[in-house]
């Protein structure tokens, strides 16, 4: 018969105890006992890559600066917003063509700022560019306020003031005569076509371009007047007007006195009267001076000039001077009067009067005011200062409208019949006595000349 194979018996090492058979009973002192779970299997680290680090160090050291940048910001702009050294406002000059070093070492100087490091940095991070210049700075400026200034070209307003009545000669004078404008005028301007006016200029304005102003001004403020000019007034063309208006202009220097003054000689060309307007003699005489120094001698009353409005029928060949706003609209729309004469009347205006006659009377009271103001110094034998104006007869059909320095004058006998003659009459322009110094200058602004006092 044949025997079950026995599998082999698996050898049981000498060091370990043979393990009891499942099926055998276990004696309490062989309970299961707990066993150690085995450790996990070794793994290396793996390295981070490269890149992954490099960006990760980059990113820390962003936000760092990131935060270091918005800290040294806010310190810097609290710094430009501080209140800076200059103790009182103060006009600096910054030269052309400055850059911003040099305007920070002007600026240092001149003790507006007390760093220039810290003001160039501060105006480039603003993207401002400065600009060259005059600017008024405030006392205790920031840095942020300089800059705001250079930037927007504040800069200081000059200005300068013409009178009415002034010739284009004497206006260039004193354009001249002035030291914050430059360059040179490259000729005198026609007589009357500059605006007398307050004009506004920066430094390194050009004495030209106030001129190119002044005549672009007139030829905007002449137009408007022209084309509102009463269709009666018998001045044919703009250039009459002017002519007509620097008469006017310099016969009187009260605004309220303007269109009656216009419509004394307006009755006259109508009535083709001369107009005997003594500022055309001293023009005829001096020309664009403008002033004769001294009183009209007999012979020059007499001398025939292109302007000398005692000898010439109508107007004068050109202006007499640059008149204002003021004179060519009242010439435009004079007063409606019958008037044919006037005479200072001693309080600074006129005494008008239609007839010879009553003229006569006005220049008689004057003649009063003028002796009660006479000294009794020794009159000059070749000219007075001011001479006692004798009115012509009725007969003789000539009276003047105007006198210089306020009285009237005509040729012929005097009022009481003597027939005996001035000597002269004042036309002191430029001296102690000249009236042109006291009178009130109407700009159409806010500001008006300042009366000049006697010497």
Same mark, same amino acid.
């Given at each position: ?325 003021? /004179? $060519?609209? @009242?010439?435009?729309?004079? %007063?409606?009067? +019958?008037?044919?004469? &006037?005479? !200072? ?64 004058? /005509? $040729?012929? @006998?005097?009022?009481?019949? %003597?027939?005996? +003659?001035?000597?002269? &009459?004042? !036309? ?28």
């Amino acid at each position: 018969m044949f025997r079950r194979r026995q599998p082999p018996a698996t050898p049981v090492q000498a060091d370990e105890p043979a393990l009891p058979n499942r099926l055998s009973p276990r004696s309490p002192s062989e309970a299961i006992k707990p066993t150690a779970a085995p450790p996990p299997p070794f793994r290396p680290k793996r390295r981070r890559g490269g890149l992954v680090g490099t960006i990760s160090g980059l990113l820390t050291l962003s936000v760092v600066l990131a935060i270091g940048v918005m800290i040294g910001l806010s310190v810097f702009q609290r710094q430009t917003r501080e209140p800076g050294p200059l103790q009182t406002d103060k006009v600096v000059v910054i030269p052309s063509r400055s850059g911003t070093s040099e305007i920070a070492e002007a600026l240092t100087r001149e003790g507006v700022i007390s760093h220039t490091g810290v003001f160039e940095l501060a105006a480039r991070l603003s993207g401002k560019a400065l600009k060259a210049g005059e600017y008024p700075f405030k006392a205790h400026a920031s840095l942020a306020e300089v800059i705001d200034v250079l930037s927007a070209g504040r800069q200081v307003q000059h200005a300068l003031t013409f009178p009415e009545g002034l010739t284009s000669e004497q206006i260039v004078g004193r354009l001249n005569e002035d030291d914050v404008l430059v360059g040179d005028i490259n000729e005198i301007p026609p007589e009357g076509s500059l605006l007398p006016d307050t004009y506004k200029y920066e430094r390194g304005a050009t004495r030209q371009q106030i001129v190119n102003l002044m005549r672009a001004k007139q030829r905007e403020v002449l137009n408007q007047i022209w084309a509102r000019r009463n269709a009666d007034v018998p001045v044919k063309t703009p250039a009459e007007m002017v002519t007509l208006a620097s008469i006017v202009e310099k016969e009187t220097g009260r605004a309220d006195e303007r269109p009656r003054v216009a419509g004394v000689f307006v009755n006259r060309l109508n009535k083709r009267m001369k107009l005997q307007s003594d500022p055309t003699i001293v023009y005829g005489l001096v020309g664009g001076r403008g002033t004769l120094g001294r009183g009209i001698q007999r012979s020059e009353i007499e001398r025939a000039t292109p302007y000398n409005t005692y000898v010439i029928e109508g107007l004068p060949p050109g202006p007499i001077a640059n008149p204002g706003r003021a /004179a $060519l609209e @009242a010439v435009a729309n004079p %007063s409606r009067t +019958k008037d044919l004469f &006037f005479v !200072a009347d001693g309080t600074g205006g006129h005494a008008f009067a239609e007839t010879l006659e009553a003229h006569a009377r006005n220049v008689a009271r004057w003649r009063q005011v003028e002796r009660s103001r006479q000294t009794p110094a020794a009159p000059d034998a070749g000219a007075v200062d001011k001479a006692e104006p004798p009115v012509e007869s009725a007969a003789g059909g000539k009276a003047s409208a105007y006198a210089p320095g306020g009285a009237n004058f /005509a $040729l012929g @006998a005097g009022p009481d019949g %003597s027939g005996q +003659k001035s000597k002269a &009459f004042d !036309a002191s322009e430029g001296t102690r006595l000249d009236p042109l110094r006291n009178r009130t200058f109407d700009l159409n602004s806010a500001k008006t000349v300042p009366v000049l006092k006697q010497p």
